[in-house]
């Protein structure tokens, strides 16, 4: 299982205001941090280019005026029925908010899911999301864009496994 990440936060560093997790089954996550709504100014590119796109896609978590433990048990119980995944994103920030989430305010609120994190690199302007700057479209836009290059990648692999395969049955 494959997802793939986006979040939105209020300038570099800042605080997370949503999350998003598309998966290559065709399901999806996506939260809007409950403190967003509470903030009461942000960075001003973001207040332009990001808060009004937080409700641009439909939302299959929403968390608009529940607190901080209804959004992580949401994201836990979706992360929980994929473990063992590999999560895709494209910008550090985005694991580092993951991993915050995880790690709870307390140790006894903590999570951990098996995974592997990918940090993928992408080429100017690239990948395009249908509502940029709105974590779930940029989540699955990423997703559109890595899919066939991982494919391709991994049936490379899969055919030299059995070249090389063919090749020691031969020489045996």
């Not at 990001?50 to 959004?71: C, W």
């Not at 940090?119 to 100017?124: E, F, G, N, S, Y």
Request: net charge negative; aromatic share 12%; with cysteine.
């Amino acid at each position: 299982m494959n997802l793939y990440l986006d979040t939105e936060f209020d300038g570099h560093g800042g605080k997370l205001l949503s999350l998003a997790l598309a998966a290559d089954d065709g399901t999806s996550w996506y939260g809007i941090h409950p403190d967003t709504w509470r903030q009461q100014t942000f960075n001003p590119w973001v207040a332009e280019h990001v808060v009004p796109l937080l409700r641009a896609m439909p939302r299959t978590a929403s968390f608009f005026e529940e607190d901080d433990g209804a959004f992580r048990a949401s994201l836990k119980e979706y992360l929980l029925s994929r473990a063992d995944c590999t999560i895709w994103a494209d910008w550090p920030d985005d694991f580092a908010h993951l991993m915050r989430l995880m790690s709870g305010p307390s140790y006894p609120d903590s999570f951990m899911i098996p995974c592997t994190m990918q940090l993928i690199v992408t080429p100017d302007g690239e990948p395009r999301p249908e509502h940029p700057h709105n974590a779930l479209s940029d989540a699955i836009a990423l997703m559109r864009w890595h899919e066939p290059e991982r494919l391709a990648r991994k049936r490379f692999f899969e055919d030299a496994e059995v070249a090389l395969a063919t090749t020691v049955e031969l020489g045996n």
